[in-house]
Structure formats: C-alpha cells, structure tokens
C-alpha cells in the first residue's frame, strides 16, 4: 500500500494539534476549577495516583509498539491474512494485559496510604479514589484497545484525534459540573471512568468502518510470533525506563514532601508536559511514515531526511525554550495568585534545562522507534532511570524540590544523550556518531543564544499583569523565530524544513496562494 507520509501527517498534525490544545486549555479550566472548589490536595492526590497507574501499565511491556512496527510490512504489501492475524494476537495480548493490571493493582491498595506523607482531606476514602482510577485504565485495554493499532500503523492518527475531541468534550463539560455543582472527587473519576468506556467502543466502531476487511482472525508463524514476542521483551525494559523516569519523581515527593509539595511541583510540570505533549503530535504523527521510509529508501536518503527532522526539532526547542524561560514564573503568578504556591526562578531554569535535556534527543527516538532497534536500545531507558531513581533519593532529603529535577537532568545528559546517539547511528544510519556528538552541542549553543537573547528583550517589559504578558508572548513569538531565520537561512536543513512545512499545507490552501 502506498502511503502519502507528507500528507497524512499534515493531517495528523493538524488534528492532533487541534485536540492537545483542546486537552490543554480545558483540563487547565479543571485543575483550577479543582483547586478552586477543592483544594489543592486533590491536585496532589490526582498527580500520585496517575503516576502509580503510570506504573502499573508496566505491564503492557510495549505490546502496542511492537504490533504497530509488526504492521509496516503487510500494510506495505497489502497483506490481509497477516494484518489480521496480527490484530487477533493483539486482542489476545491486550485481554491478559488487562487482567494482569488487574490484578496487581488491587494487590497493591493496602500500600496506597503509605505513599502519602501528611494529611488526606476530610471525608476521602483513598481506596476508592484509587480503585476508580485502576478501573479506567483496565477498561483502556478491555474494550477494543486493540484496534486503534490500525489507525497508528495506516497513519491515520487523525482519526483518533477527532473522536476524542466529541467523547472528551462530554467529559470536561460533566467534570466541571460535578466539581462546581457536587464539589465531589468521586463523581469527577466515575465520570472519567464511564467516557473512557464510551471513547473506546466508538473509535472501535469507526476503525471497523474504515476496515471493515480487517478481523482479529487467523493465526501467524511460530517465526513471526516470535520476534513480535522478542521486540515485547526488548521493550519491556525501555518501558520500564521510561516509566520511573517519568513517575519516580511523583511517587517520590508524595513520600518524602508531601501532597502540598506534589502539587506545587506539579503545577509547574503540567505546563512544561502541555508544551511537550503538543509537540510530541509532531512527532508521533510522522513515525509511522518515517517507518515507512526507512524499509523503503536508502541509508543516504533517511540519513538526510533525519538532518533535517533534527534541525526542525532544535527549531521547536529554541522556540519552546525562550517561552518557557520568558513567560513561565508571569504566568504560574497568574494563574496561582498565592506566592506560597509559587517556586524560585532558580527552579524555573531548571525546568527550562530539563525541557532541553528532554527534547534535544526527539529526532533519534522517533527514528529508533520507527526503525524498531528496540533489543539495541533495551537497556538505556532502565539504567538512565534507575540513575535518576537514586539521585532522586539522596538529593530529595538535601535540596528537596531541586533534587527532583537534577537527578532527572543528570540521567539525561549523561545516560540518555551519549547512549542513544550512540544506538540510532550505528544500527540504522550505519555510520559514525562523532559529526552528529558537534552538530548537537552547536545546536544547544545556538539555542542558548537566542533564549537568552529572548530573555533579556523580555526583561525590558516591566509588571506582571496581563497586558505585560501578552508583550513577552509576542517578543518571544517575533524574537526567537526570527533569530532562528537569520542563523539558518543559509542552511540545506533549512530549506529542506520550509519545503517540507509547505507540503503539510492542505492543497486547497497551496492552490489558493498560487492563484
């Protein structure tokens, strides 16, 4: 099957984009609203238990990745027999899946109290509240979770995006009713837990309407069974990794600071992950075609195309990076209003850091991930948070908050970074990683330069009110592109970028411009 890359990711992209601005601006409107009605110890109790159920998942051991790169070939060469034989051992995954986290989980309620220093508001049963939340993420994987492997695998992630643009709609407007209304938490996880049944029988209802020659039927090769089963194995621990590195932090200052200090902590991490999760539609939207491209063209021609995917991304990064050092303090002030609940700049720049340790290696786990070098890579993830773990909890009892956030910087730069470079190139571009070690470390230096160039434009405006924001929000739109534009200009990435963002624009729009 041929598969149009640079059109359905404009697609995917759009959609996409559309329904992480939706999941941002709407759950803000919630988490205030919670803080507001509730208290800010519901904050701190939603962020634990979404990261103990962050690692509970644990348990789907990367079964969906390795089935949607499994997908690449057949859909390529338009193999029915072996499509559905794929999603019927996908089914069969998922069910066990399910059942074991589970099972788990409800092992696991005694230990809930125990990761909570401090108080628990008034008339909270944390069992049920718990409880509620392990029965949304079992019905994840219970009802059809399966099929959406075929939207992944086709690229068609758009479609995805505009279901849960109706079910979530349905769902933020009752929350806030049962907040505003009710003021009760249980009624906003119930609610949670019945949309997210109502989300997953309608994407299954329009998957089977998109394919309706598609069926969980039929059986695959000892062979081929087995080196799914091999890259499930293989993803396990890059699962795990990836997992406590991004939970560890939660768990950790719920045990050893408390449900306040997890909220104010989070507050913060909710705007930075908004901004990451935005861009990851960015990256996720292309995956699937960069798959593609790698089973079809040449080392030379996927070794091009990843300078330019790299050079958009340090793009984002200088962007994203000079508005998260510029307006992230202006707006927690405005939002939180209660200096109590505000952290230092210092930790603002750690943030800023972090971001960067984080985004900077975007391009080479989108190409490891659709090339599929899983058993390569195994290691990395789990080493790089088992790292950050122990940092976490030597630094937690000496700086508390800042601790946090190094130890997760350290095991970026230091494990992460080197390592992954290291992976990406030798398997799948086959060469060495020296040029790619300098092109990284100009890119960081070039967008230190325009973030902090940005910065200090912004330092010019003075207040923290709104219409000041609104003027740091612009020099920081204007500034930084246009930094970026006039150092890059010149560059093949650069050109190659613009042709590229210009494919992505809907063909309507191209012709109207033509004309």
């Excluded at 068609?156 to 907040?179: E, K, P």
């Excluded at 798959?291 to 030379?300: A, D, F």
Aim: with cysteine; aromatic share 14%; proline share 2%.
């Amino acid at each position: 099957m041929k598969i149009n890359r640079t059109k359905n990711a404009s697609k995917n992209i759009f959609f996409g984009g559309i329904l992480k601005l939706y999941q941002i601006v709407i759950p803000f409107i919630l988490r205030t609203a919670m803080i507001r009605y509730l208290g800010m110890e519901y904050i701190g109790l939603n962020s634990l238990f979404i990261s103990i159920l962050s690692v509970l998942n644990l348990a789907e051991l990367g079964v969906g990745s390795a089935m949607v790169f499994s997908m690449y070939k057949p859909i390529a060469e338009d193999d029915e027999v072996t499509i559905c034989a794929l999603m019927r051992l996908y089914k069969i995954y998922y069910r066990i899946i399910g059942l074991v986290i589970l099972l788990i989980g409800l092992f696991l309620t005694p230990a809930i109290p125990k990761l909570i220093t401090g108080t628990v508001p008034l008339g909270i049963n944390v069992y049920i509240l718990y409880w509620l939340n392990l029965g949304a993420t079992v019905l994840s994987y219970w009802l059809f979770g399966y099929k959406t492997c075929l939207l992944t695998a086709h690229q068609r992630t758009y479609v995805s995006s505009r279901t849960l643009l109706c079910t979530n709609s349905v769902q933020y407007i009752l929350q806030f009713l049962a907040l505003a209304l009710f003021r009760n938490y249980y009624y906003y996880l119930f609610i949670a837990l019945f949309l997210q049944a109502v989300s997953n029988v309608v994407s299954a209802v329009i998957v089977d309407k998109m394919f309706p020659n598609y069926h969980p039927k039929g059986k695959l090769d000892k062979d081929v069974v087995k080196q799914i089963n091999q890259r499930v194995r293989d993803l396990f621990t890059n699962k795990i990794g990836n997992v406590l590195l991004n939970s560890a932090d939660s768990i950790v200052i719920s045990a050893f600071l408390g449900l306040s200090s997890l909220a104010v902590y989070n507050n913060y991490y909710y705007v930075i992950n908004c901004v990451m999760g935005f861009i990851t539609i960015f990256y996720n939207s292309i995956t699937a075609g960069i798959g593609n491209s790698i089973l079809t063209e040449t080392k030379e021609k996927n070794y091009a195309d990843f300078k330019t995917f790299q050079f958009i991304v340090f793009w984002i990064v200088a962007f994203c990076g000079s508005c998260l050092l510029c307006l992230y303090q202006p707006f927690m002030k405005l939002w939180i209003g209660d200096s109590k609940y505000v952290l230092p700049f210092t930790m603002v720049i750690l943030f800023c850091v972090y971001f960067l340790s984080l985004q900077m290696i975007r391009a080479l786990e989108t190409y490891k991930d659709a090339g599929g070098i899983w058993h390569e890579d195994r290691f990395r993830p789990l080493i790089a948070a088992i790292v950050n773990l122990v940092i976490n909890l030597i630094l937690v009892r000496h700086i508390g908050l800042y601790g946090i956030i190094i130890s997760t910087i350290l095991a970026s730069l230091f494990v992460n970074v080197p390592w992954l470079i290291h992976n990406v190139f030798t398997n799948i571009f086959r060469r060495g990683c020296l040029e790619q070690i300098f092109k990284m470390l100009e890119y960081i230096l070039i967008d230190s330069v325009i973030v902090t160039v940005t910065f200090i434009l912004c330092g010019f405006i003075k207040g923290e009110g709104y219409l000041a924001f609104v003027i740091k929000m612009f020099i920081c739109v204007i500034a930084s592109n246009a930094m970026i534009i006039l150092i890059h200009f010149k560059r093949l990435e650069f050109k190659e970028a613009i042709q590229i963002m210009w494919r992505m624009v809907p063909d309507r729009l191209r012709k109207g411009k033509g004309k």
